[in-house]
């Protein structure tokens, strides 16, 4: 949420994309997800090859479940762009 509320007051129409991955048995999976920012890939793309997208990755966080994992990665980028 800080670093949606951070780009949206600093970045104007700045949009966020996450590549999600999951590794792992289907009922333990480890997600790991990675946010980009300005990408142009379309949301729900189910077949996203990391190289194709043409935003810039900014931080990467892991969890056992999608959505921890995405909060992790977004909280790792809000560190990385406001490290005080």
């Known amino acids: 949420m800080r670093l949606n509320n951070f780009l949206q007051v600093n970045g104007g129409t700045r949009r966020l994309q996450y590549v999600d991955v999951s590794v792992g048995p289907a009922h333990r999976p480890t997600w790991s997800s990675t946010v980009y920012s300005e990408s142009e890939v379309a949301p729900g793309d189910a077949c996203l090859d990391v190289s194709l997208v043409d935003g810039v990755p900014y931080a990467e966080g892991r969890g056992g479940e999608k959505g921890e994992a995405r909060e992790n990665a977004a909280r790792n980028c ?7």
């Open 78 to 84: 809000y560190a990385i762009l406001c490290p005080n």
